[in-house]
């Protein structure tokens, strides 16, 4: 079985910095995507940034620029660097990975963000 742990969430002060970080451990031969969602109160769960295999990155329109994605194929890690935070940061993010064999997708439990002074 494939487990996710986040680690990194909190509170900051809008500007400010926060890194999170999804290790992916269990049977796991090849990963095709790697990437956070985040969900605010009331407002669907949305794509904020994923890394794709062969290197590629995607971002939200709301966050490109402040945001960046990383991985450690070695230890089936990514990280999330969050900076110049925005109020409208707000949410729970979810770390997810998908499958490159079976194209399951997998979720972490989620880590509470909040951007407030």
């Known amino acids: 079985q494939v487990q996710l742990v986040e680690s990194g969430g909190g509170l900051v002060q809008p500007g400010g910095s926060l890194r999170l970080s999804c290790a992916a451990s269990?049977?796991?031969?090849?990963?095709?995507?790697m990437g956070w969602y985040r969900q605010a109160p009331g407002k669907q769960r949305e794509l904020v940034a994923r890394?794709?295999?062969?290197?590629?990155?995607n971002y939200a329109n709301a966050v490109k620029g402040r945001f960046t994605i990383s991985r450690d194929n070695a230890n089936n890690t990514v990280y999330l660097q969050m900076n110049s935070l925005k109020p409208e940061d707000t949410a729970v993010y979810y770390c997810?990975?998908?499958?490159?064999?079976?194209?399951?997708?997998?979720w972490g439990q989620g880590t509470q963000v909040t951007v407030s002074s």
């Open positions: 890394i794709i295999s062969g290197g590629s990155t």
């Open positions: 269990g049977s796991i031969f090849r990963i095709y995507a």
């Open positions: 997810n990975v998908i499958n490159g064999v079976t194209m399951a997708s997998i």
